[in-house]
């Protein structure tokens, strides 16, 4: 069972189907979606999404928050005067070690986990702000290791919206990284150890 934490502001919820996942898409924003292999690394997730949110927005008193075995699954939890707000353009950035997108409803972004597993999907203000995101994602991984890569580190323009965009930085970063065997160097991407 495919299990995601969705957060977005003043609440979340933990859902397993495409149907909530578009619900709690269309009525809320600041959209942030996980996927998990249980039911309650979802939970954890969604609180600290929800806490570190509270905490950054100034908020300075205990917060609270449902257990688990009180959230029924499919269902959003609400912050006491949540407000909804109305919604405008949407863009979404979809990130997975491999496979990339910048969606712009809930329809593409149900159609992205159709396709990809484990990627997280989260909301944005806008398509350049999408782009930027992307390869700030992996440029922060790479650019580290620039003295041992042998090309030009790829850099993407003009994604297009709601496709998805093969990227396979990983193999992209096996290729072209050349490590001396006494380095050892884990940058989350790959690990080289001297054997």
């Known amino acids: 069972m495919r299990i995601f934490s969705i957060n977005f502001n003043g609440g979340f919820a933990i859902v397993d189907n495409s149907t909530a996942m578009m619900n709690i898409i269309n009525n809320e924003y600041s959209i942030n979606i996980n996927e998990f292999n249980s039911i309650e690394s979802a939970y954890v997730q969604c609180c600290r999404v929800f806490i570190d949110h509270e905490l950054k927005n100034g908020v300075r008193e205990q917060i609270a928050l449902p257990k688990l075995e009180d959230l029924p699954l499919n269902t959003a939890f609400y912050k006491m005067n949540h407000l909804k707000q109305n919604i405008g353009q949407r863009v979404f950035v979809a990130i997975h070690p491999k496979t990339v997108g910048i969606l712009t409803n809930a329809e ?25 995101t992307i390869n700030f994602h992996f440029l922060r991984q790479i650019m580290p290791m620039s003295a041992y890569i042998t ?5 993407y323009n003009n994604i297009p919206t709601n496709t998805l965009i093969n990227v396979d930085y ?11 065997k006494n380095l050892t160097y884990n940058i989350g991407l790959i690990e080289n150890k001297e054997e």
């Open 108 to 132: 593409a972004v149900v159609g992205f986990y159709e396709e990809i597993v484990y990627a997280n999907i989260f909301e944005v203000n806008t398509i350049m702000e999408a782009q930027n």
């Open 151 to 155: 090309e030009k580190i790829p850099y």
């Open 170 to 180: 990983l193999e992209w970063v096996k290729k072209n990284l050349i490590i001396p």
